[in-house]
């Protein structure tokens, strides 16, 4: 993969650099903030090779990747300077959002820019754990404690930390921000601690507090100084505010922190822990249930960063059961891909997807690509997942299972579960119930699943298809079983694909195929079979044949941006067509007046078996020319 030049893509397809506001990363996509989203060209990015899908939550538009995603981000960030502090898209562009909305926007943004740290330094202590438990190695070792503080560091001082995101996020300096969390762990004001209450400010008393692993305290400091620190910018005279700024904002937080706001954040996480633990007392295995069973689909909306604050805050405090429970939505989703790994035998395409993200989920505790690669493409599964997470979630939450530290749900985090036998067999039941159902009943309908598994396969003509069920067809025309022929859905010029320009077709990223320049407004059917895709737009169309074999019909380049002018298409989704059938309706002129290419590339996006693609000799096509051959 060309990271470079996907990163290049990347930007170009969201606007250009200068609709990004801010990006930042995690273990799998990519998170800008976009000054106008409505800018973006979600359909073309949704079809980039190496690209996922394309998710907008939490105010971000969230380009998903894999594991190659620190590589692209670095591709994207040379040269360039989009930093973290941004405002959202929603305020850049004047749309309202929700307050919940905005909320979620912080707390992820915030956390985000740390996750790896979290994540590494977690699994470090998980490592520690396992090596002192096999007598490897004393935890009262030099070599233990030097690792110990590797793991340690990013938790204990957390408040720094998320000042230096949250300032950014917050478009207040960064780093006097994370100068106010560190101010809350210098050794002066800790000491102040031994004084026990015989602590003042100006002679008003202040609360000593432990701040070391924090999350609230901070975020309601931090939030006041980005308000200080844009009044203090309108007041102070600019030559000034180099150093009055920073100095004023320093003596008005530091205090203001210590003896309230700091205080007020504990105590409002402590409130917010004890709910939380009361009523996982009251029934642990209906908030297993609801966190094992959900979890998956609060992280597609963004819901999850809720509790992350909550799970800091309990961690700091001897452990979190809230993703211990949640734990289980991740088993559920590994089980799942194995079980499509087991039963879709002969597509190699999808098994090896299966097989590696499967992988992936176990050794990593990254799913992003089984969520939006798998569970949202084959809905059959959706309750899989759900009964599978809430199996396991019941359990942990029954019998009180904690995480001791941050960790990615992964085989190799087992160690900071409590305890830990339990764990492990709630996260093996949840697996094994996901990958036994998923095998048991399929991942499609009986409709698809007909036919020697002929439809197993994992669309690429959209990531908006709706999967629509297959109902059966005619029989595409072939030859002796051998040769599959596709005719022209277009009277005009046949040219190469190479010749686009638009490299998500010119590379042969979507697929093998030839392009048409039209001379005759309309698109009628290369095939008998289903249309299995049609956009809202109408400016393309994906069918698929009754041998598997998938194809995307995309008239002119960037045309999805005329938001459906122009353009009427004649049939629905789920419609069957026969050879020759009109799909679609376009008016050539209308589309270059308004300055759109017409070209329309013909891709042969998936074949049930390893073929050979011959293109037309034919310099000029008519409708129901063979316009492709497919060989097996």
């Not at 102040?192 to 015989?198: I, Q, V």
């Not at 499967?358 to 759900?386: C, F, M, N, Q, W």
């Not at 049609?534 to 998938?550: D, S, V």
């Amino acid at each position: 993969m060309d990271h470079k030049k996907m990163g290049d893509d990347i930007v170009r397809l969201l606007g250009g650099e200068a609709n990004i506001n801010g990006l930042v990363h995690c273990a799998t996509r990519l998170r800008f903030d976009l000054k106008d989203s409505k800018k973006a060209e979600r359909e073309t990015l949704e079809k980039h090779d190496g690209i996922i899908t394309v998710v907008e939550s939490g105010g971000q538009f969230q380009v998903v990747i894999g594991s190659n995603v620190a590589h692209v981000y670095a591709e994207i960030m040379k040269n360039r300077d989009f930093g973290g502090d941004s405002s959202s898209s929603a305020e850049s562009t004047g749309e309202k959002t929700s307050l919940l909305s905005k909320v979620f926007e912080i707390i992820s943004g915030s956390f985000s820019p740390l996750i790896p740290a979290m994540a590494g330094s977690g699994m470090l202590k998980a490592l520690l754990t396992v090596l002192t438990m096999l007598g490897w190695m004393s935890d009262t070792s030099d070599t233990y404690l030097i690792l110990s503080a590797a793991g340690n560091a990013v938790f204990y001082f957390l408040p720094i930390f998320l000042g230096i995101t949250l300032g950014m996020k917050l478009k207040a300096n960064p780093y006097v921000a994370g100068v106010i969390g560190a101010a809350l762990m210098e050794p002066s004001f800790t000491g102040l601690m031994d004084k026990g209450s015989d602590v003042s400010f100006l002679g008003i008393p202040v609360v000593m507090m432990n701040y070391s692993a924090s999350v609230f305290p901070i975020f309601i400091s931090i939030s006041i100084y980005a308000v200080l620190d844009k009044l203090l910018k309108k007041i102070i005279l600019k030559d000034l505010q180099l150093f009055l700024v920073p100095m004023i904002a320093l003596m008005i937080m530091v205090p203001l922190s210590a003896m309230a706001f700091g205080p007020f954040g504990t105590t409002v996480g402590d409130w917010i822990s004890s709910g939380v633990t009361w009523l996982i007392g009251v029934s642990g295995i209906l908030s297993g249930v609801v966190l094992g069973g959900f979890m998956t689909f609060m992280v597609v909306f963004g819901l999850h960063w809720g509790f992350t604050p909550i799970t800091i805050q309990n961690i700091g405090v001897g452990g979190d059961p809230i993703e211990a429970m949640a734990a289980a939505a991740v088993f559920a989703q590994i089980g799942v891909a194995f079980g499509i790994f087991l039963k879709a035998k002969k597509n190699k395409t999808l098994r090896t997807l299966a097989g590696s993200t499967s992988l992936t989920g176990l050794l990593a505790g990254v799913t992003e690509p089984i969520v939006y690669g798998l569970i949202l493409r084959y809905k059959r599964v959706i309750p899989i997942v759900v009964i599978a997470g809430a199996i396991g979630g019941a359990i942990n939450g029954h019998f009180g299972v904690k995480m001791t530290a941050y960790v990615f749900h992964n085989i190799f985090a087992i160690p900071v579960y409590t305890p830990t036998v339990v764990y492990v067999i709630a996260i093996a039941c949840s697996f094994a119930v996901a990958a036994v159902l998923t095998v048991m009943f399929g991942y499609e309908s009986k409709t698809k699943d007909t036919g020697s598994e002929k439809n197993d396969s994992v669309s690429s003509t959209s990531a908006e298809s709706t999967q629509a069920e297959l109902p059966v067809v005619p029989e595409t025309k072939t030859t002796e079983n051998k040769k599959e022929q596709i005719y022209s859905p277009l009277t005009g010029k046949a040219v190469a694909l190479s010749t686009i320009n638009d490299p998500a077709f010119s590379t042969g990223a979507m697929g093998k195929g030839v392009a048409i320049v039209p001379e005759i407004g309309e698109v009628v059917a290369p095939v008998d079979g289903v249309v299995t895709s049609l956009f809202p737009t109408g400016h393309a169309i994906g069918l698929t044949t009754n041998a598997g074999t998938e194809i995307l019909i995309h008239v002119g380049i960037n045309t999805v941006a005329l938001k459906g002018k122009h353009f009427t298409p004649v049939v629905q989704e789920g419609d069957i067509v026969r050879q020759g059938d009109l799909l679609i309706q376009f008016d050539i002129d209308k589309i270059k007046e308004a300055g759109y290419e017409t070209v329309t590339p013909v891709i042969v996006t998936l074949t049930q078996q390893e073929v050979d693609v011959f293109e037309t000799t034919q310099e000029h096509v008519q409708k129901n020319d063979v316009l492709l051959t497919l060989v097996v």
